[in-house]
């Protein structure tokens, strides 16, 4: 069987990330059927409404929004209804429980989660911090680290640590080389939490052989051989199970959910110094 198309309008009056996220969530649950994405961002005055409702009306789907101005909310669903259209504001729900709970109603600003507050700067500042320290640079500056993210080569290490950067978390990876030394403080370190991220050998190796096919590289060398790359593994797990590291395997994991394991380690990991 083919696979069924359906069109989703995201509408929007901050970037329209919240929105992404919910409905590839969503989506991600029906199998052979894809959305076929129409993105808004910033629709913060009617003249721009008119103009999403064009293009819906042009390619009539599901709509879901966050607009938190009851004027344009109130055009959108009535649009809606002439079109037939599903709709639905994302938001709604969230912001009545948080009224029932709080007692309070809520104030009406697009875009609020983006102000410039101090979370703001400290992901910019981890950041910065993350991709300065990517794959072993800048060594003797470790200890400023929230992690430290080990693991040989094609473990994810850097996509990994770019995300935990979007979350405030300055992250420094380094890679384990056959060969090659570890920097001299990494095994001493008391701040940071040090995770080892390892994977399959078959995994790592088909990863591997792909990245030379990109660089047109020749395959007859121990980074793709599988015997060699099973003893890469086993020697960054005795390295983490010598420090007590813990070790993730991302072998069938996303980048999200090696995170979130990640965040969980880091939790229990500062708990010992409040502990102390």
């Known amino acids: 069987m083919g696979r069924s198309y359906f069109h989703l309008h995201l509408v929007s009056d901050a970037t329209g990330e919240t929105l992404i996220a919910v409905s590839r969530a969503a989506a991600a649950q029906y199998q052979g059927i894809s959305a076929i994405e129409h993105v808004y961002p910033l ?44 709709c639905l504001s994302v938001l709604d729900p969230v912001l009545s429980m948080f009224q029932s709970y709080l007692g309070t109603v809520s104030t009406h600003r697009p875009g ?38 080990i ?16 979350r405030g978390i ?7 080389v056959p060969g090659i030394s570890l920097p001299p403080g990494l095994e001493h370190v008391k701040h ?3 995770v080892g991220l390892v994977a ?21 060398t121990p980074y ?15 390295l983490c199970a010598r420090h007590n590291w813990p070790i993730i395997d991302v072998t069938r994991r996303s980048i999200e959910e090696t995170a979130a394991a990640i965040m969980d380690h880091l939790k229990r990991h500062r708990l010992q110094f409040i502990v102390e």
């Open 43 to 86: 629709v913060r005055t009617s003249t721009q409404l008119e103009r999403v409702l064009g293009e819906l009306e042009a390619a009539p789907g599901m709509v879901l929004y966050t607009l938190v101005e009851p004027e344009l909310a109130g055009r959108l669903e009535e649009a809606c209804r002439e079109f037939g259209c599903p």
């Open 112 to 149: 609020a989660q983006h102000v410039l507050n101090g979370d703001y700067f400290k992901r910019i500042d981890a950041l910065n911090y993350t991709m300065m320290h990517d794959d072993g640079a800048l060594p003797e500056d470790l200890e400023t680290a929230d992690i430290i993210l």
């Open 151 to 166: 693991g040989v080569s094609r473990t994810s290490k850097t996509p990994t640590s770019i995300y935990l950067a979007n």
């Open 170 to 176: 300055k992250t420094a990876n380094i890679p384990l």
């Open 192 to 194: 940071p939490l040090v």
């Open 200 to 220: 399959s050998p078959e995994r790592i190796v088909q990863i591997r052989q792909n990245r030379l096919l990109t660089l047109n590289a020749s395959d007859q």
């Open 224 to 238: 793709v051989d599988k015997t060699a790359v099973t003893e890469e593994v086993a020697l960054s797990r005795k």
